[in-house]
């Protein structure tokens, strides 16, 4: 007997809650079998005439031909047999889904159809990181569940920073954040994965959990950080992978307009910009193999949105990367930035950024540009000013004389932020695929 057999008899073990609901469907099946058999010999009596002769011994000693309790009893155990074959599914099919569903908020149809549904939707590689890319992310998970973050690994601040430091490990906070976007239950997964520790004297003060998580899993696989992503990836059930870009660790210098030179993604983001041009150290390192492969079968590949020089661009110096999405047939698409970055891209037009990234990538690595038109509220503005940040100019024919198709609309969302909707951007980019 196979293995497969022996999987199938576990359905029947202590504790399952299924076998009541089998044997009263295994029960219904028979009813209707047996009701359905007496209608048919009825139906047939007069080939048989052990039959008939029956049937003529009862009409004459008991005044009533067989027919007349057969017919009746058959349709009687056929009804019974249909109540319970029902009840049993119905009973089969609630047990499963309270373990598929615990908390009861979809029903199991709802549950099967979006997993297939999902499944069945285009191949997706998303390229940046920060919160641009967990942002996009977020929105396309509900178009399809084959998406593939590809994440920069050159934080150097706050928690990620102190992690790569102290334990050697690649820094996890981007990583963190595209998988709390991907996971099926974001609300759940983002209040533990999210959570920060606070105390001044706890050494865990700043620590978010889910990059301890990080951190202890790359422990537990021996250093090796693209498999403990992936295996934590397989824990939260999320609708797609995260990938590095590379598992080499790289630092970010810049060379800025007013002539300096800074080391550092927190310090470049703290400087007197415009970026005019960054390089990695080291100048070439490794790209991650899935990463070539997911760029290969891809449908469609998204560049953005995040902060152009320390978020898009350094994926695209990993020379691999930026030829393997120049070569590859998808459609490519770069989301350009609502708001200018401090440090980095002050001044910035939509086409200041598009030519960043051609510059950087040293080749063209997409065709579509997607670019917001909407003016945010005066208030909101206002308050980006006071750190010197403006709205990106959306220059749209400046770039369309560069050769590229732009895809301008409104694709913002108000709250005390100005950023991209998830949902927005996901319909424009899923209009691309259909």
Known sequence: MSMGRFSALKWLYPGMRVKRWLLLATLGVLLITGGGLGAALVANMVVFDLLGDINNYSRLHFGLPVTALVVPIGLVLIGLGMVCLALGIRGLVRSVASVLDPYGNQRLAEVVYRKRYLQQGSNIVVVGGGTGLSTMIRGLKEFTSNITAVVTVSDDGGSSGRLQQEMGI???????????????????????????FNGAVSSLSGHSLGNLILAGMTQLRGGDFERAVKEVARVLAIRGSVLPSTVDRVTIHADMADGTHIKGESSIGRSHGPVMRIGLEPEHPRPVGDVLAAIAAADLIVLGPGSVFTSVIPNLLIPEIAEAIARADALKVHICNVMTQPGETDGFKASDHVEAIIRHAGRRVFDYVLVNNRTPRRDLLAKYEVHGQTMVEPDVEKIRRMGFECIVGDFISETDLVRHDPQKLARAIARLVE
């Not at 981007?174 to 709390?180: A, G, T």
């Open 170 to 196: 690649l820094p996890p906070g981007d990583i963190r954040n595209c998988l709390v976007a991907l996971a099926d239950d974001e609300a759940v997964m983002g209040e533990i994965f999210q959570h920060r």
